[in-house]
């Protein structure tokens, strides 16, 4: 099964702002960005003879790239289905403040362990991390239906030929925490080392996802993007 793993693109917030959970829009003009990423989506799957799912978080830096997605390039089989658990990682007391205006302290003991610590009254990477691999057992998952070889072997002289698979391409909009989190779940990577993980703005990273996770492959990651974003 082919997933699509799209961040959002840039935000309207000033450089140096914290706003994960914070509903901020993102920069126009931006439907330029959403045909390249169809673009990408498109030469990478066969898309005549698929059904998309698609998945979003409910902010609207997700929403309004998955509803222009939905409406101009790739139908959907049942509209855009939105899930608070893809929503970006909720940094507390710091939400829509400058870095620069957090007392160092703070940020010190946050980088100490991000992976289990968070910000004063936020969440932590480990609860990003549980509740994307919620999402991900529950909604994604359900959908992969391995591709089996239905020809008896006396008939096929015992060459493969598999039926076409029924998978649907599946997307999922989100951010950057919550994909880095999916990531590390599919790839058993340590939390801690998640941000090794060049998730860029508008980019789009491919798996492939079988019903066995130990034949998944990662197939692009971060391919395009915003370059000057992390």
């Not at 957090?102 to 004063?120: G, R």
């Not at 790839?187 to 998944?216: A, Q």
């Amino acid at each position: 099964m082919r997933v699509f793993l799209i961040r959002h693109t840039p935000t309207v917030t000033p450089k140096g702002t914290v706003y994960g959970s914070s509903d901020v829009n993102i920069s126009e003009p931006f439907t330029p960005l959403f045909d390249d990423i169809a673009q990408i989506i498109n030469k990478a799957t066969s898309t005549s003879a698929r059904e998309h799912v698609y998945f979003a978080s409910p902010l609207i830096r997700c929403k309004l790239m998955a509803e222009y997605m939905s409406k101009n390039h790739f139908s959907p089989a049942n509209g855009v289905q939105y899930d608070s658990r893809l929503k970006e990682i909720h940094f507390g007391q710091w939400e829509l403040k400058r870095w620069k205006d957090i007392p160092q302290t703070e940020i010190d003991e946050w980088l100490s362990d991000f992976a289990v610590k968070s910000a004063p009254e936020g969440e932590s990477f480990a609860e990003v991390m549980s509740r994307s691999v919620a999402f991900w057992q529950d909604s994604v998952m359900p959908l992969c239906d391995e591709t089996r070889d239905v020809i008896p072997a006396e008939v096929s002289d015992n060459k493969s030929k598999p039926v076409d698979s029924k998978e649907p391409v599946v997307h999922i909009y989100s951010h950057g925490g919550v994909l880095r989190a999916i990531l590390c779940h599919i790839l058993g990577m340590e939390m801690k080392d998640s941000f090794k993980l060049i998730i860029r703005h508008g980019s789009v990273t491919e798996l492939e996802i079988h019903s066995d996770s130990r034949k998944n492959r990662l197939i692009n990651l971060s391919k395009g993007g915003v370059e000057d974003s992390f």
